[in-house]
Structures are given as C-alpha cells and as structure tokens.
C-alpha cells in the first residue's frame, strides 16, 4: 500500500502556476510536446542550444511556470551574475517551464524547458503527467547528450529509446544493455509510458574531445530528430553557421599535432567498423519508411520562405532594390538541409 500512494502525499499542481486562458485553449489540445533539461550530462552543451533557439522564437508563450524553490538545490547549482566596477548585474533566477511555440511554418507544439529539479522527482512526474493529460499531447520526445568515443568527422550518431517503434527502428547506431543514474527525462518517459502516451527520446552523441565546448554540429541533429519526430521544421540556420565555424577551428587544431590526428583516425576506424553494416533509415521517411514526393517537399520549402518573407516585411526590413547598401535587404534565409544524422 505504501508504493502505491510514495509520491503522492502533495498535490503536484502545487508545484506550478498556470495561464488559466492558455491552458483552455483548444488549439494547444493534441499537439506534440519537446522536452529539454539543463543539468544531466549536456554534452556538447546541446540541450543549452537547443532551448536557446526555441524559446527565441517569437510565438513562445508560458502555459506553466513551475516554482524553482521547490525544486532546485541553489547552493549546489548556484545561479550566475556579473560584478561590474561597483554593482552586480544581470541575475537571471533559475527558469522551468512549459511553452506553447510555432514553428517557422506556423505549426503549433509544446516545450517543456528549463533546469533538472534537485528535489521532488515523483511529484514532479506526476505534474507533468497531468499536464500532459490534460492537454492531451498526442507524441512526447526529448533529447540529452553524452560523450562518446566517436570522431567530429563522422556523422553524430544518436540512440532512441521509447515505446514508438517507427520512430526507433533503422535510427539508433548504439543499442547496449547498460545500468546508468537516471535523468528526470528518463523517470518522465517511464510515468509517461506507465500513463498510455507516446514517447520518444533521443541521445545525442558528442565526441568525448570537444564535449565540454558548445558543439552546434550536435544541437543540429538534435533538433532534426526532434522535428522529424514531431513533424515539425525547427530553426537550425544560425546553428548551422555557427556550426562551419566551430569545424574550421577543430580542423586546424587537429592538423596542428600529429599525436590528436592519431587518435582522430582511431576512432575513424573504429566508427567505419561499427557501421559497415549498419543501414540507417532517412529521417525523411514516414513510418512505411517512404519518402515524401518532390511534390510536398516544394511546398514545404515554399510554405518557410513565405513565412520568412512575411517575419522580415513585419519587422519592416527594406524590400532588395536600389536602396539597399549591402545588397541583402528584403532577402530570407535559407532554409536548413541536410539530415544531420
């Protein structure tokens, strides 16, 4: 009788306030929901990008807002500030919270973002859950990332785990039976699973050797695997250049010491062995493991170039003409391409 009710001893909605309006709105009814949390692991700084880019988008709205002292350990994550000549500045407390977004296209989802809770993992859960319900999330997926002996000139690899198969089959390239300390997104993916929804994680790989660096090359596929779970089209333009950049600087340190071009051409080997006869399945491809016609595909980059044309007249940017000094006023970013996997 005592496992069933741990956890339960405390009303879980007394862990969050939410926007009554928003939480009632129809149009957030059976979306899907991106989970992110700062804390655990956070190779490459992936989830850190990840949500960054996110919560930068224009459409994101505060559904729920949970309360940080009740959840975090401050003394053992302490929050940063800026001393300045004579004054402390930019304190910014902790955040964890559910968004309604868009996408670039205009479709709607969810994201849950913020810090792993310290304390109160089962009524945190139970929260979530109840969000969850509540809104009737139609596919749950998150992303975390760890180091792995792997090479930056290979592809990033990723493991998937959940209780949605097309989603998993032809994508993990490390399937291993392992004992590890658990995240809240795993013990949130279980309770999920234990509630009937659908869920799917997904484990970023980054190269052990540039794991404590902000790693764009890996927040790219993260965000991929993610959209092309959810059906979504994230914003990944700025990551990828900022991506080219980080790749120039990892090229001229290796070719700088021939001991580090070693140990690249190591883990190469050991990469083209374990993947020889691996066949990967196209993050393009449906659950029938289709492709999508030229067709759809046009109307699709279409639909994002409309879009930015629009976000760039809203925000007044000049129309390319005779006017323009440096030549790119008025003109849209590309969109992304690539798998990323």
Do not use: C
Request: proline share 7%.
């Amino acid at each position: 009788m005592f496992d069933q009710t741990y956890g339960a001893l405390l009303d879980p909605a007394g862990l969050y306030r939410v926007d009554e309006e928003l939480l009632q709105d129809a149009s957030l009814k059976g979306l899907n929901l991106l989970m992110a949390f700062t804390g655990f692991a956070d190779a490459g700084h992936v989830v850190r990008q990840i949500s960054s880019e996110l919560l930068d988008l224009p459409s994101a709205r505060p559904v729920a807002v949970f309360d940080a002292d009740q959840l975090l350990d401050y003394r053992s994550r302490r929050p940063h500030l800026n001393f300045v000549e004579d004054h402390l500045q930019d304190y910014a407390p902790p955040r964890l919270a559910l968004y309604a977004l868009e996408d670039p296209l205009g479709t709607p989802f969810l994201f849950l973002a913020g810090f792993e809770p310290d304390l109160q993992w089962e009524r945190f859960a139970r929260a979530v859950v109840g969000l969850v319900e509540q809104l009737d999330v139609n596919l749950v997926t998150w992303v975390h990332s760890i180091p792995m002996p792997v090479p930056h000139t290979r592809p990033v690899g990723v493991t998937v785990h959940g209780n949605r198969p097309e989603l998993i089959e032809g994508i993990s390239v490390w399937r291993p039976t392992v004992e590890f300390p658990a995240a809240i997104g795993h013990v949130l993916e279980l309770k999920l699973i234990g509630a009937g929804r659908n869920v799917a994680g997904y484990v970023i790989h980054v190269p052990h050797y540039v794991a404590d660096a902000e790693y764009p090359q890996a927040a790219v596929a993260g965000m991929e695997y993610l959209g092309a779970a959810a059906n979504l089209m994230l914003p990944t333009d700025r990551l990828r250049e900022v991506g080219r950049d980080v790749a120039r600087q990892i090229a001229e340190q290796v070719e700088a010491s021939e001991d580090v071009q070693q140990v690249v051409r190591n883990l190469e080997e050991r990469y083209d062995q374990h993947s020889e006869n691996t066949v990967r399945r196209s993050l393009l491809a449906d659950e029938n493991d289709e492709l999508p016609s030229a067709e759809s595909l046009g109307a699709a980059v279409e639909a994002y170039l409309a879009q930015e044309l629009f976000s760039h007249e809203e925000d007044g940017a000049p129309d390319a003409g005779p006017d323009a000094e440096d030549g790119t006023a008025g003109r849209g970013k590309q969109p992304g391409t690539g798998s990323g996997a």
